[in-house]
């Protein structure tokens, strides 16, 4: 019996048609799949139905892996592989895995021996880095910055350090709702020459990508209120 696969499989992000954000062995690979790990059940089966619409949904197998899941149960989301059954990974945006639920069931399946599949697909965080300018060489993801006020203005200078210190772009992400509060703290906390990138709504009609010195964004009007956005703090090789 061949060795049961975790594929992991990516979502279109923004409004793109399906077609062209992912490829054929996106489509492919869940037409196969009857099991699926997925953030949210009805989210997963719309979309496992625009892929395959003639899949029989009562013959999906879906565990729900979110912040809600407990942790003891989450091992036991790969026990059809032990039936030869491979299963997928299904992202909520996306890639799994990545600022997205998923690293510990790829761990999981590493330790039973499972062949571990990525399968191609957008990452908000990679196309924002590619449209801004910065340093492509040498960046971190930070994920979320603190709530808290005093934490976060501690935070965004230690980034900002970072970066003329060392060129390496810092990128970090925040809820939609926050968005617009992130963008003005940067605009009071970082220094009038520091650059920052701000992606927003990638792949979808209301994208918006600019590169600038906090000093022009401070006369940019823009509201990200309720928009899903990646702010990296960089430099740039154009001055």
């Known amino acids: 019996m061949s060795i049961p696969v975790l594929f992991l ?12 954000a992912l490829p054929d062995s996106v489509f492919e690979t869940v037409s196969r799949l009857d099991h699926f790990i997925v953030e949210n059940e009805k ?12 899949k029989d949904q009562s013959s999906i197998s879906l565990f729900v892996l979110n912040q809600h899941t407990n942790q003891t149960h989450i091992p036991s989301f ?3 592989c032990s039936q030869g059954f491979s299963i997928g990974l299904l992202s909520e945006a996306g890639c799994p895995a990545v600022a997205d639920p998923g690293s510990e069931i790829v761990a999981i399946a590493h330790h ?40 976060r203005k501690i935070e965004i200078k230690r980034l900002e350090r970072k970066v003329y210190e060392s060129q390496e772009a810092q ?11 992130l963008i003005e703290d940067l605009m009071k906390i970082c220094q009038d020459e520091t650059m920052v990138c701000v992606a927003c709504d990638l792949n979808s009609p209301q994208e918006f990508i600019g590169s600038k010195s906090i000093s022009a964004w401070k006369n940019h009007k823009i ?12 430099d740039t090789f154009y001055n």
Do not use: H, W
């Open 171 to 181: 990128i970090f992400i925040e809820t939609p709702y926050r968005s617009q509060g």
């Open 112 to 151: 039973r021996g499972l062949i571990v599949k990525p399968l191609v697909g957008p990452s908000s965080i990679l196309l924002a880095l590619m449209s801004s300018g910065f340093n492509g060489q040498k960046f971190k993801f930070n994920g979320y910055l603190p709530i808290d006020k005093k934490e």
């Open 223 to 234: 509201d990200l209120t309720k928009r899903p956005c990646i702010f990296i703090i960089g």
């Open 9 to 20: 499989i990516p979502t279109p992000i923004g409004d793109d048609p399906l077609g062209s």
């Open 78 to 80: 790969l026990d059809p």
């Open 43 to 54: 989210t997963a089966r719309k979309f496992i139905k625009s892929i395959c619409p003639e």
